[in-house]
């Protein structure tokens, strides 16, 4: 299994070696990347096609040239959300599209995304609230999927740490991959936003769950109830388990950590603290 970390292309510690940068990344222990769109207004979103593409066909050759697979992207969010009115939902889907484009011009076939979130993020104990999330989901990536199949593009929808949305555990999002039915749209697990919920959903229970619709994975610890982004052992979930649920399942993706060192470290202990981060990503997969 493959040893990977979130990269964001614009701001991020490792752009302190230039082109030389995913050679460091490599060099470091890793052997792929999550690649970040979430910002839309990144050059990706704003400068024109052309551009825009030469910008990443230049990212897929350093990639290429360094040893790293550029596994997954993650498609725009903004937060606090704006999903609430059709002119809302229009724009995310236009950026949404822009991004599966940017996806397959990097030769990666994996695109991240969340839900949509019309009715804001406590609806979950308002039934016609919940029902209407429901229903503009499933809208909305059934268009979403349209754009995912012409790019031969998987859609991975990812479970979210909002406590009381209504399509926030990994079953939420199982119920509605499984509703769309397209082999274009299948399962990012967030292994913090599962830790987040109050109950402790067992992270080999969500796994297993899941099962043969897991394509990729968000590896990060937390303490139950934070969304912290924090590297393995460092929280409260129990990784032994989850290790021996991606073993029972079948999974042979990439362990794709979605942390890194903070961009304000030295250089030297900067490079100290990625090559750890990917010794604890093996520690918890051999």
């Known amino acids: 299994m493959k040893i990977g970390v979130e990269i964001n292309p614009f701001v991020n510690g490792y752009h302190r070696w230039g082109k030389e940068r995913y050679k460091k990344l490599r060099a470091h222990g890793y052997e792929a990347m999550d690649y970040g769109m979430c910002d839309t207004n990144s050059i990706i979103y704003t400068l ?21 697979e550029i596994s997954q992207v993650h498609g725009p969010w903004r937060w606090p959300a704006q999903d609430s009115t059709p002119e809302d939902r229009a724009e995310r ?8 484009r940017a996806c397959s011009v990097l030769g990666c076939k994996n695109w991240v995304v969340h839900p949509i979130m019309p009715c804001g993020v406590d609806e979950a104990d308002q039934p016609e609230l919940a029902q209407k999330t429901w229903d503009l989901n499933l809208e909305f990536m059934s268009e979403l999927v349209k754009t995912a199949k012409e790019y031969d593009i998987t859609i991975c929808l990812e479970n979210m740490p909002m406590l009381n949305y209504s399509l926030a555990k990994p079953t939420d999002v199982l119920r509605l991959v499984k509703a769309l039915n397209d082999e274009h749209f299948k399962i990012c697990l967030d292994t913090g936003h ?31 109830g934070w969304d912290l982004h924090l590297p393995p052992y460092y929280g409260t979930l129990n990784w032994k388990e989850f290790a021996d649920a991606l073993k029972d399942i079948g999974y042979h993706g990439v362990f794709s950590l979605e942390f890194m060192p903070p961009v304000r470290l030295p250089d030297g202990i900067f490079e100290k603290m990625s090559s750890l981060m990917a010794d604890i990503a093996r520690e918890v997969i051999k």
């Not at 910008?55 to 790293?68: D, H, V």
């Open 194 to 224: 599962v830790n987040v919920f109050q109950e402790k959903l067992p992270i080999g229970d969500e796994v297993r769950a899941i099962g043969e619709e897991l394509r990729v994975i968000h590896v990060h610890d937390n303490k139950v």
């Open 93 to 100: 889907m236009e950026k949404m599209k822009k991004s599966i």
């Open 48 to 68: 024109p096609e052309a551009e825009s593409d030469a910008f990443l066909k230049e990212e897929k050759r350093l990639a290429e040239e360094a040893g790293i």
